[in-house]
T-cell receptor, first 114, second 115 residues
Framework: AQTVTQSQPEMSVQEAETVTLSCTYD???????LFWYKQPPSRQMILVIR??????QNATENRFSVNFQKAAKSFSLKISDSQLGDAAMYFC???????????FGKGTKLTVNP | NAGVTQTPKFQVLKTGQSMTLQCAQD?????MSWYRQDPGMGLRLIHY???????DQGEVPNGYNVSRSTTEDFPLRLLSAAPSQTSVYFC??????????????FGSGTQLSVL
């Protein structure tokens, strides 16, 4: 079974600063994907970034990047130049390769202070 | 292109009542799924389907039924609602088993309260 652990229930950051959200996972699969989803107060689930486990290069999407440490089963999200609109719940998730059955962590609530 | 549409957005039930949460997608996705989101618990998979006529259980299937008679629709039925089913429910869909381009599309959620 796959599990995802987000050890930080809440985080805060000053506007324009950088923040890192932690995620560790456990899986017996050799082929899997990792995701970060953002859930703003509107409740909509928004895919922020995804990483294929077979790729060594860390994924980046504009101000969002990941630090993927496969041996340590760690998948942290770095948000640079934080903006007020980044305030949301952030969920880390994993799925077996070829499957869309995501397993989610419990989430981290990010507050951005002006 | 409407994406994934869930109805209703809000619902209040009494214990023992039944209801169906509707989910429809217009992207010709093979895969459809239902998640529930509880405070402090993240999202947990209830049921999923990889095509019309094919359904399977997820992590928390008890108390819920599903069917998939068409590619577009995947309703979730609560036969006898219980307070423990108070939650936010999300429907999600995607193409199935197409590799790195797969992306899960979520509906906007249904807030369900069971009194």
């Amino acid at each position: 079974a796959q599990t995802v652990t987000q050890s930080q229930p809440e985080m805060s950051v000053q506007e324009a600063e950088t923040v890192t959200l932690s995620c560790t996972y456990d899986t017996s699969e050799s082929d899997y994907y990792l995701f970060w989803y953002k859930q703003p107060p509107s409740r909509q689930m928004i895919l922020v970034i995804r990483q294929e486990a077979y790729k060594q290069q860390n994924a980046t999407e504009n101000r969002f990047s990941v630090n993927f440490q496969k041996a340590a089963k760690s998948f942290s999200l770095k948000i640079s130049d934080s903006q007020l609109g980044d305030a949301a719940m952030y969920f880390c998730a994993t799925a077996q390769g070829g499957s869309e059955k995501l397993v989610f962590g419990k989430g981290t609530k990010l507050t951005v202070n002006p | 292109n409407a994406g994934v549409t869930q109805t209703p957005k809000f619902q209040v039930l009494k214990t023992g009542q039944s209801m169906t949460l509707q989910c429809a997608q217009d992207m010709n996705h093979e895969y459809m799924s239902w998640y529930r989101q509880d405070p402090g618990m993240g999202l947990r998979l209830i049921h999923y389907s990889v095509g019309a006529g094919i359904t399977d259980q997820g992590e928390v299937p008890n108390g819920y039924n599903v069917s998939r008679s068409t590619t577009e629709d995947f309703p979730l039925r609560l036969l006898s609602a219980a307070p423990s089913q108070t939650s936010v429910y999300f429907c999600a869909s995607s193409y199935w088993n197409r590799g790195a381009d797969e992306k899960l599309f979520f509906g906007s959620g249904t807030q369900l309260s069971v009194l």
